[in-house]
């Protein structure tokens, strides 16, 4: 099973075990994740699940040209890690995530 | 508190409201009654990647069930009879009961139904649920006749989701555009051709007055201009009312939906409601809100779960937006009021303005334009002056509203 490991913007880290297939967003929300919100359900159309994407064994592909647009007005500021944790599905049983949390989302 | 919170409604408001109450540290008794046997599940899917017969038929749920086993949120799967208000008990199918020391609201529409004869008959369908979802695609097979009744945006995606199976598809709307009065007038054109040049056909200004019947199935619409419109599946789009019976009958006002005040408060002050059952009345004006989206749901819960936790006394106040997936047309909007004197169109988008301030924007596949619109209505009202000095274009003003708070900070 794959694991997220969740890093806060105060350091503190919480590592679960998901499912392949199941984003890095719905992961956080099942587990109480403080600072992903996905109010829209993995649309990619609001923007609340913003994540810096620090290390992966596996690679995803980069995102899509909507994901782009709406990565462009995150709360918090874009970097090259930047993602929408509701595009991230692992798909390798033994991947590996580590993904940090924003100040803010909204 | 002892007897904890309940909450009735197994939406995204409902959920929105019990985990934003664990969130912000509320460890009382926490109850959520949703009407539906599945666990609450993603409601946008049902008119859009449910239909698709690729897709798994079983929606996603909004959170697994470990969540509100490890957060000590009782789900009941029954649907609520009845509030006593004196005891302040809610009454539930199966003989269960629930006592609250505050209740929240969270119960949602039901799709409207025509009240013509024939309506009732197994194909004629209406929107709502999974369990719609999962009847409606079954249905839809490539060459079968659909007619989808009302031209808002339940019955675009119906059309699209129908058209991506190669089914015939004719939709009939009774008013002069698409979308009612919810666009402006060069959205809804341009969404009429998207479906027009995906192979709908499109019947506006067509008013339905009755079926065709065989007695145990429609054969086809009639419509007030006397077309016969032959259909194997009627798909019935013409809105959605508000599920305020359980208020009603506890003898709260009802007006088109649960009428709340500004801290969604009803008249029972242990009793709120939110989401797609609540009516918002503004005190001065007395004008009425009843908004149905995920945004409206989600900040109406997260606002409620801020107040019975002891963190807020302002009013009720979001910015709402909203989006409609139709094939593969993405339709996004985000209005601080519905109203409008003038629209502005950039690109993709349209900018509605009132008394030469932003009130709206209306994207299609213009992502960047509305999320841009989003970050800058949060916090500022644009004029038309200030946006004609940027060609129009509100990301150029959004990014250096976003530069100047940088340099602020």
Redesign the interface.
């Known amino acids: 099973m794959p694991t997220v490991t969740y890093v806060q913007p105060d350091g503190s880290q919480q590592t679960i075990t998901t499912a392949c297939a199941t984003s890095v967003m719905?992961a956080a929300?099942?587990?109480?994740i403080?600072g992903i919100i996905g109010?829209?359900?993995?649309?990619?159309?609001?923007?609340t699940c913003h994540v810096y994407l620090d290390r992966s064994s596996e690679s995803f592909l980069p995102p899509s040209e909507?994901e782009e647009?709406?990565l462009?007005?995150t709360a918090a500021p874009r970097t090259a890690a930047s993602r929408l944790s509701c595009q991230l599905r692992p798909s390798d049983n033994a991947a590996q995530l580590v993904v940090r949390v924003p100040e803010e989302q909204q | 508190m002892r007897d904890g919170i309940v909450v009735v409604g197994g939406g995204h408001a409902g959920v929105q409201t019990v985990?934003a109450l664990?969130?912000r540290g509320y460890s009382g008794p926490l109850t959520l009654v949703c009407g539906e046997a599945r666990l609450p599940y993603?409601?946008?899917?049902v008119s859009k990647e449910l239909l698709d017969p690729a897709t798994d038929p079983t929606p996603?749920p909004?959170?697994?069930a470990?969540?509100y086993r490890?957060?000590g949120i009782t789900v009941v799967p029954a649907a609520a009879l009845g509030i006593d208000r004196g005891t302040r008990t809610v009454h539930i199918s199966g003989g269960m009961a629930a006592r609250y020391d505050h209740l929240v609201l969270a119960t949602g529409a039901r799709a409207r139904t025509l009240p013509l004869p024939g309506a009732a008959l197994p194909n004629v369908l209406t929107l709502r649920t999974a369990q719609d979802a999962h009847a409606l695609r079954e249905r839809l097979h490539a060459g079968t006749r659909v007619v989808v009744l009302g031209g808002g945006f339940i019955g675009l995606e119906v059309a699209s989701a129908a058209r991506r199976v190669d089914a015939q598809v004719v939709l009939l709307e009774r008013g002069p555009q698409l979308l009612g009065r919810a666009v402006s007038e060069p959205t809804a054109a341009r969404i009429a051709e998207h479906h027009r040049a995906d192979g709908v056909r499109l019947g506006l200004g067509e008013q339905v007055c009755g079926f065709a019947t065989d007695g145990s199935r429609v054969t086809a619409v009639r419509t007030g201009s006397g077309r016969l419109v032959s259909a194997d599946v009627v798909v019935v789009g013409i809105g959605a009312v508000a599920e305020d019976r359980l208020a009603h009958e506890a003898g709260l006002p009802v007006q088109q939906g649960i009428l709340v005040d500004q801290w969604l408060a009803t008249a029972d002050p242990r009793i709120s409601a939110i989401g797609d059952c609540a009516v918002v009345r503004e005190p001065l004006t007395g004008t009425t809100t009843r908004l149905e989206s995920?945004?409206n749901a989600?900040d109406q819960a997260r606002y409620v779960a801020e107040q019975l936790t002891g963190g807020t006394s302002r009013p009720y106040r979001a910015l709402p937006w909203f989006?409609s997936?139709q094939g593969a047309l993405?339709f996004?909007m985000v209005q601080r009021i519905a109203s409008y004197d003038r629209t502005v169109s950039s690109g993709q988008s349209v900018l509605r303005f009132e008394g030469g301030l932003l009130t709206g924007v209306e994207s299609l596949n213009d992502?960047?334009t509305h999320?841009?619109a989003?970050?800058l209505l949060q916090r500022a009202t644009p004029s038309l002056a200030e946006l004609a000095a940027v060609d129009h274009d509100i990301r150029v003003l959004?990014r250096q509203a976003a530069r100047a708070r940088q340099v602020v900070a």
């Open positions: 719905q929300l099942a587990h109480r403080p109010e829209c359900g993995g649309a990619a159309t609001c923007g909507d647009a709406m462009e007005w | 985990d664990r969130e993603n409601r946008p899917p996603a909004l959170r697994a470990s969540f490890d957060n995920v945004q989600s989006w997936d993405r996004q992502p960047s999320q841009a989003r970050r959004a």
